[in-house]
């Protein structure tokens, strides 16, 4: 812009040559000259006026630039991030297990730091001691009937392993039979009658070698008819010979062999079928030595299990630690959401509790856990075991580590009198090992890794539209941009995996026009909540441009995408005009 006014400039500076004062010209040379002034103020204003243009172009050339990228391929992270709570991964109650009514004899001070194994309560046990007394005694007479029925079985037993070892002996036996007569024996009988037929054969060409002699010495008269005759006989036998070798070889296949194959496998069957039966045998035998048994089991069982019951009632009247922790006695004011007690239900030793009464509790800080809740949109990115980074506020300066232990199956509904749309979905992150003290309670962020894709082709998040199921990008073709089914794979914040439509080193347009837009093509089922037919619905607004309207046709981010934008604060289109940062790709 500096040199647009010197570009102007140039027509006063032909002004002197007609100033008062100096020599006049004649009329005729005077207008020459004032054509040619006015010649050259006109090309500088043409001059200025084409720098302009040329400069405007370049100017809109270098902007179009920028709302250009070059697909290729990308390295990036898929994450998640949320903000949770900090909560002990172990919080155990404590309660009275007891039946009926016990007396508290002692009791730890509240607020105590105990640790696993440590005493804490104890109840009174004087009439579960006489009762154990009576148990003791019917407990004996049931063992004796009980140790006859074990015996019998065990005979039993031995007797079923013997009559099962005979059986698949059997089986072996005949398997070893059918392998010899299929690898041995068959093979030797055919090579037997390959071997005649071979012998004979040879026998009939020496055979007709000397017919074929005698048929020459006979024209001769050189030997008698009688031998003539001899000799042709004996040319006869041997073909005759040759073919009952080769009929021989063929019953040996066609019939010898597939019986005898057959009787072999028959009795490998029926060997094996015969196991069977007597596993069957064994198994029934068995059955009922076992049932006999298991009704003097049970009578032995039933004064067991409450011999056992009363010694297990009488172990809990001494209620001890089952992990570390802090003793905060249940309703004496320790928070955390309990009910308060009546000063005649409160604990104290002397007071009496009932069964499964909760006591005290135990929170464990030495393994802690982030409970945060995801959105719907985002739980199909959640896996089992996934590892998570956690800053903690209070704990400056420390990231921590932990894996996604937990994921809710259906929706908390704690919030949802607040807002019935919204359904998330309660996921726990347990921490890794720390040498840093947390408490409960405290807000924690957690970025949850969800994958990281290599080496794939990707485009910036915000050039992706959807339209009735479908996703397209806008391609460059060179004078205009055209709208490109693509397939879209896992996406992260900034960068969208493209596995169908686009290939390395096309040219997308990062933010369309509303002219674009409207070359989306129509999808068979318009949505009708996003104004007339022919407006395209976007999975995300593009770089630079304003959140448009439901009304306009463009719809707004996808639900999961505006909660992240109010959870970091950003702005729609905010931070999108960066297709190529390196923040979390290469």
């Not at 000259?33 to 270098?62: D, K, Y």
């Not at 019998?152 to 089986?171: G, P, T, V, Y």
């Not at 992240?564 to 005009?577: A, L, N, S, V, Y």
Request: net charge neutral.
């Amino acid at each position: 812009m500096s040199t647009t006014p010197s570009a102007l400039t140039t027509v006063p500076t032909a002004t002197p040559v007609a100033a008062p004062g100096t020599h006049r010209l004649p009329a005729r040379k005077r207008k020459g000259l004032m054509l040619v002034v006015a010649l050259a103020a006109g090309a500088g204003i043409l001059g200025s006026v084409g720098w302009r243009a040329s400069s405007w172009f370049t100017g809109n050339r270098t902007l179009a630039d920028t709302n250009k990228f070059i697909v290729s391929p990308r390295t990036f992270s898929v994450v998640l991030r949320e903000k949770g709570e900090l909560k002990a991964s172990k919080s155990t109650d404590i309660k009275s297990e007891v039946e009926g009514r016990s007396t508290i004899i002692s009791l730890v001070p509240e607020g105590t730091a105990v640790k696993e194994g440590d005493l804490l309560v104890e109840l009174a046990s004087d009439q579960i001691v006489d009762r154990i007394r009576q148990e003791e005694l019917k407990e004996a007479n049931a063992f004796t009937a009980h140790e006859a029925a074990k015996t019998e079985l065990e005979i039993q037993l031995e007797k079923n392993a013997s009559d099962i070892r005979k059986a698949e002996l059997q089986i072996e036996l005949k398997d070893l039979e059918f392998k010899r007569y299929l690898e041995g024996e068959w093979q030797q009988q055919k090579r037997d009658c390959e071997i005649a037929i071979e012998q004979a054969k040879i026998w009939l060409d020496r055979r007709k070698d000397d017919y074929d002699a005698a048929k020459s010495l006979i024209e001769r008269k050189f030997i008698t008819p009688t031998e003539f005759a001899e000799d042709e006989f004996n040319f006869k036998k041997a073909e005759w010979d040759v073919e009952k070798s080769e009929n021989a070889l063929k019953v040996l296949k066609e019939y010898s062999h597939r019986a005898e194959l057959r009787q072999k496998e028959s009795d490998l069957e029926e060997a094996k079928k015969e196991a069977d039966r007597v596993r069957k045998n064994a198994a029934a035998e068995e059955v009922k030595k076992q049932r006999t048994l298991e009704c003097a089991e049970k009578e032995l069982s039933i004064v067991r299990d409450q011999l056992a019951k009363l010694r297990h009632q009488k172990d809990k009247c001494r209620i001890t630690a089952p992990t570390q922790g802090f003793v905060v006695y249940y309703g004496g004011g320790g928070g955390g959401g309990m009910r308060m007690m009546s000063n005649d239900s409160q604990i104290k030793e002397g007071a009496e509790v009932f069964e499964r009464q909760v006591l005290m509790e135990l929170p464990d800080t030495t393994e802690m856990m982030v409970i945060c809740r995801i959105h719907e949109a985002k739980t199909d990115k959640l896996r089992m075991g996934q590892q998570a980074t956690i800053e903690v506020e209070g704990v400056p300066g420390r990231r921590f580590t932990g894996k996604v232990s937990k994921i809710a199956v259906l929706a908390d509904t704690q919030n949802r009198w607040l807002n019935p749309d919204l359904k998330e979905y309660e996921t726990e992150i347990v921490l890794d090992a720390m040498d840093v003290p947390l408490k409960p309670g405290v807000t924690a962020h957690v970025e949850i890794m969800v994958e990281t894709i290599d080496g794939k082709l990707a485009v910036p998040v915000q050039s992706v539209y959807s339209k009735g199921g479908n996703r397209y990008v806008f391609k460059d073709s060179g004078r205009s941009a055209v709208p490109v089914k693509v397939g879209i794979g896992s996406a992260g914040t900034e960068w969208a995996e493209v596995t169908d439509g686009l290939s390395e080193g096309d040219q997308i347009t990062l933010a369309a026009s509303e002219e674009d837009k409207r070359l989306l093509p129509d999808s068979p089922s318009r949505d009708r909540s996003f104004g007339p037919p022919g407006n395209a619905k976007m999975t995300s607004t593009p770089a630079g441009a304003p959140m448009a309207r439901p009304a306009d046709g463009a719809t707004r981010p996808p639900r999961g995408m505006r909660q992240e934008q109010q959870r970091t604060g950003e702005k729609p289109g905010q931070g999108q005009q960066r297709p190529a940062a390196t923040s979390s790709s290469s």
